[in-house]
């Protein structure tokens, strides 16, 4: 796998704030990664070191192989970049903004109308093409900051938080988008949507004040959930001290909790002891018994769960707000 | 160089996506024409020549230029396309060179279009147009002295009418160095070699001499090494503050 994206003990501080502090990571091709963090982590910032912005206070971003503070446009030329909020020039109409990028990026002639054509009809914008941008909605002007990026079909992918604002359909576009194009990309995405992640990247990190704190597949990390393979039940309230009786005692179980909520109903969650899949045994176990069961589900255990209990460190009141309702 | 122009032809288009560019031409006209006709008696003083048209050009550049210049960084701060722009595949130097440009070309664009005083001043009577062109020349470079100004400034900040009020200033002790309204300030206790200096960076000095026809060497060195510093400090302004 070639290493597209390598950040040594890459720093940035803003007067005695550390925003981003001492990052060690690389990106292969073929790689979507997920950028995950609470507000104000360190994401953007970081993102923003490996795109030129910003100088690095210390460290090194290398882009395919590239100092980007060395060569920077050099390093450009690689990238495509989403910035935060998707910016775009809001008197231009996206075509007139679409050909300005081309030019910029060294594309002429027929091969120039090629990528527009393409970019346009990748990220669907081809009914808006003629209006200015300023008057477009929030989707289109995402869209139009989305096909910015890809124009020149770069290695490296950055996008800060692209489907943010998005409607449902839309989210949905962006992230098979990301999907075919990631074959032969490193894409990095920042998000604080974590059903995005599970659904788009392939490795997810997880920072908080400026550092790096895990590091997996979306899968590892959900796995470091109490929830991870537990069972949602139902039953009959006039059998659930039976069922829990039984429960209790099959091999490989944590622990059964009654749920308290009101309900004709008994719900039981039954989770694993390390996580191990419980759900065939536990299934076998009802049914040897006769147990009446109308739902039966397994957990896969919630990134939330995990994503707070990694960022919820000393001090950290302010961010772990934040998290709660990513 | 390719990026500069790139950057030029994009940011020459902006000023026409809106009223700004009408709006200012329209005044920038009706002024130049009411300053020569009125206040200057272009018709009274009875000579065939541009001296009263010109004369008033430095005092209208003082508020139109930064009017123009004010929006170049500014608004791509406070917009936050300077993110998108900075992370093209273009240097710091390029973006510069080519806002600038584009902003003096408009400048160029709106001096053109005062021909028509060319042509009055030629069907009256027959002026001196080597005199004429000179002038023209020098007024045209003294605007882009006063744009590297105020893009500058314009750097400083996200706020265009902060940026406008600082850079109309900055312009205006230019302009007025040479006086003795800025000159006293300074006669009496800051030594010869420094009030000399003061006066020598009269832009109203150096244009009068080009105004009358005499295009000195070192009036063009003075505002060509003007712009060149305006443009260095606005490179490093960017830098500085591109991420704030």
Redesign the interface.
């Known amino acids: 796998m070639t290493e597209m994206i390598a950040l040594t003990r890459l720093t940035k501080h803003f007067g005695p704030l550390k925003a981003v502090d001492g990052i060690d990571l690389s990106v292969a091709k073929g790689e979507v990664l997920g950028f995950l963090g609470p507000n104000g982590a360190g994401k953007s910032t970081t993102m923003?070191m490996v795109?030129?912005?910003?100088t690095p206070t210390d460290g090194e971003a290398l882009v395919d192989g590239i100092n980007v503070v060395q060569d920077?446009?050099?390093a450009?030329?690689r990238?495509g970049?989403l910035?935060e909020?998707a910016?775009?020039?809001?008197?231009?109409t996206p075509s007139?903004f679409l050909g300005?990028?081309a030019?910029?990026?060294?594309l002429s002639g027929a091969e120039r109308r090629r990528a527009i054509d393409q970019a346009v009809e990748r990220v669907e914008i081809g009914g808006v093409l003629q209006q200015?941008i300023e008057t477009l909605s929030k989707g289109f002007k995402r869209r139009v900051g989305l096909a910015?990026a890809i124009l020149h079909n770069p290695p490296v992918l950055i996008l800060d938080e692209p489907t943010d604002g998005l409607d449902p359909n839309q989210k949905h576009q962006v992230r098979n988008l990301i999907h075919q194009m990631a074959e032969d990309k490193a894409v990095v995405i920042s998000t604080h949507i974590l059903e995005e992640v599970e659904a788009v990247c392939t490795r997810a990190v997880i920072i908080a004040r400026g550092k790096l704190l895990a590091d997996g597949t979306p899968e590892e990390l959900v796995r470091r959930s109490p929830l991870h393979n537990a069972v949602h039940l139902d039953v009959a309230p006039n059998i659930v001290d039976a069922v829990i009786r039984d429960i209790e005692a099959l091999a490989g179980v944590g622990s059964v909790q009654r749920d308290s909520s009101f309900s004709v109903k008994a719900t039981l969650i039954v989770t694993s002891k390390g996580g191990a899949p419980i759900a065939p045994a536990l299934a076998a176990l009802l049914q040897d018994k006769g147990h009446e069961v109308s739902d039966f589900k397994t957990e896969k255990g919630a990134l939330d769960a995990v994503f707070r209990e990694i960022t919820r460190g000393p001090n950290s009141n302010a961010v772990s707000g934040d998290a709660g309702h990513a | 160089m390719r990026?500069v122009a790139?950057?030029a032809k994009?940011e020459f288009?902006?000023y026409f996506?809106?009223p700004l560019a009408l709006v200012f031409i329209v005044i920038f006209l009706a002024l130049t024409g009411a300053f020569a006709f009125y206040v200057g008696g272009f018709f009274t003083r009875g000579s065939a020549d541009l001296t009263s048209f010109f004369a008033y050009h430095p005092w209208l550049f003082l508020l139109l230029v930064p009017a123009i210049g004010m929006r170049l960084w500014a608004e791509e701060r406070k917009?936050?396309?300077i993110?998108?722009l900075?992370?093209?595949?273009?240097?710091t130097v390029d973006a510069v060179i080519g806002k600038f440009l584009a902003a003096w070309a408009f400048c160029g664009l709106a001096l053109v279009l005062t021909f028509p005083m060319w042509v009055t001043v030629n069907v009256l009577g027959t002026p001196d147009n080597g005199v004429i062109l000179a002038s023209y020349l020098g007024s045209f470079v003294m605007a882009g002295a006063f744009l590297s100004i105020s893009s500058c400034i314009s750097a400083l900040t996200k706020n265009q009418v902060i940026a406008f009020i600082i850079a109309a200033t900055v312009c205006f002790l230019f302009t007025m160095s040479g006086a003795q309204l800025v000159l006293n300030f300074f006669q009496g206790w800051a030594p010869e070699v420094l009030v000399d200096a003061l006066r020598s960076m009269s832009f109203l000095t150096h244009f009068d001499a080009v105004t009358r026809g005499v295009i000195d060497l070192k009036d063009v060195v003075f505002f060509g090494s003007l712009i060149v510093m305006w443009l260095f400090l606005n490179v490093i302004a960017v830098e500085l503050n591109?991420?704030r």
């Not at chain 1, 030019?103 to 060294?106: C, I, N, S």
């Not at chain 2, 900075?86 to 240097?91: F, W």
């Open positions: 923003k795109t030129g912005f910003l920077p446009v050099a450009k030329r990238i970049y910035p909020g910016p775009c020039y809001g008197d231009m007139s300005f990028i030019e910029v990026r060294g200015p910015q | 990026n790139i950057i994009r288009k902006a996506a809106t917009s936050g396309t993110e998108l900075m992370t093209l595949p273009v240097s591109k991420g």
